[in-house]
């Protein structure tokens, strides 16, 4: 197998946050070219239409001049980003714009990596070759099945799986400088099934891996839809006790339509801090709603917070851990935001917070 098997995050040469809090530039931007999704996969809040009508959440794609403001507005940084996570609650593939948005990106100076996740569904060479000579510097294929009759239980899709392999072995053999990352989450596969998997795809891409389901969604559980008991990491790990969210200190996360939330897990657009296509983005990176849900997490009461209080991903998706430094970053996150010890950020009780849309 030319393959590393080896989980699909980078865990080498991380910086660790304790050194950088606060931020002014954020590491990682999250920008999701499309809300919706062709599959509907038991595990993934989008998979159910049900919870997302009740949210009443943009279903679509980004259009690109909303893109092009959002890449515009990184000018307005003091430095480059590190990372362009072109991925949240969607198919990326389902906006035909992606290869132009890589482009425009790539081409704006700010943006040195640009990483992407999709099912593979759309993945022809007709649709990747673009993508691929737009820069395209990792893509991530998720793996929801080794045949049609699992695909179709689990996805609700009825997925051509010998045309998806072809595919994955065309974009390997013609992926240039671009990193290939095929995972699959071992729940849904048989024990056979797990050394077939590495057999079919193990040499026709840069890193495989054998993931575990993880409660990473706030308010959606995982284990009653899919009804499979957690109890490892998604990277095998054990589950790690974290109570402070590091990705609000060092990533923000721009949906299809333009409402910015300060997690990238917000599918239900309750941690509203803004909206690109009224602000800047960073005005909404060091605005009040913002700084607002990150002294709460560095006060040790991310608990109080409904939406964050019910989120896994802390505990067992392998974050950045700053639990113990938060009575050292506290005070220079209030110096940061220009407030007093006792001040509040308008928008924050005492008790609870949820951001809210500004503008």
């Not at 920008?31 to 049900?50: E, I, L, M, Q």
């Not at 909303?66 to 362009?84: G, N, T, W, Y």
């Not at 990596?113 to 759309?122: C, R």
């Not at 893509?139 to 010998?162: H, K």
Request: charged share 25%; net charge negative.
């Amino acid at each position: 197998m030319k393959a590393e098997f080896k989980p699909r995050i980078n865990l080498e040469g991380r910086t660790p946050l304790e050194t950088v809090i606060p931020l002014h530039t954020p590491y990682v931007v999250f920008v999701d070219p499309a809300s919706a999704c062709n599959f509907n996969c038991k595990f993934c809040p989008t998979g159910h239409r049900d919870l997302i009508d009740d949210t009443g959440r943009y279903q679509g794609v980004m259009k690109l001049d909303v893109f092009k403001k959002v890449i515009d507005d990184l000018q307005e940084f003091d430095r480059p980003i590190k990372v362009l996570r072109m991925y949240k609650d969607g198919e990326p593939f389902l906006n035909k714009n992606l290869a132009r948005m890589i482009r425009y990106a790539k081409d704006s100076g700010r943006v040195p990596y640009i990483d992407t996740t999709t099912n593979g569904s759309l993945m022809t060479p007709e649709r990747m070759g673009p993508v691929l000579d737009a820069g395209l510097d990792k893509i991530n294929i998720s793996v929801d099945g080794m045949n049609r009759e699992q695909y179709l239980a689990f996805t609700g899709y009825d997925f051509d799986f010998a045309a998806f392999v072809s595919h994955v072995k065309w974009l390997y053999a013609n992926k240039g400088d671009t990193e290939v990352v095929v995972k699959i989450p071992g729940e849904l596969i048989t024990a056979a099934q797990r050394q077939e998997f590495l057999d079919t795809f193990g040499d026709h891409c840069d890193r495989i891996f054998i993931e575990n389901f993880a409660p990473c969604w706030p308010e959606f559980d995982v284990e009653e839809h899919t009804g499979v008991s957690i109890t490892q990491g998604i990277y095998q790990q054990p589950v790690t006790p974290t109570d402070t969210c590091p990705y609000i200190f060092y990533s923000i996360s721009v949906n299809s339509d333009g409402l910015v939330s300060s997690c990238f897990l917000d599918w239900g657009r309750k941690l509203a801090v803004g909206d690109v296509r009224k602000q800047s983005l960073k005005s909404i990176w060091h605005g009040d709603s913002l700084n607002a849900l990150r002294r709460q997490h560095l006060e040790g009461k991310r608990g109080q917070n409904p939406v964050c209080a019910s989120c896994g991903q802390l505990t067992h998706c392998l974050p950045d851990n700053i639990d113990k430094h938060r009575e050292a970053l506290l005070p220079k996150f209030l110096d940061y935001a220009g407030l007093a010890p006792d001040a509040r950020i308008p928008g924050m009780s005492a008790r609870r917070v949820i951001p809210v849309l500004a503008g």
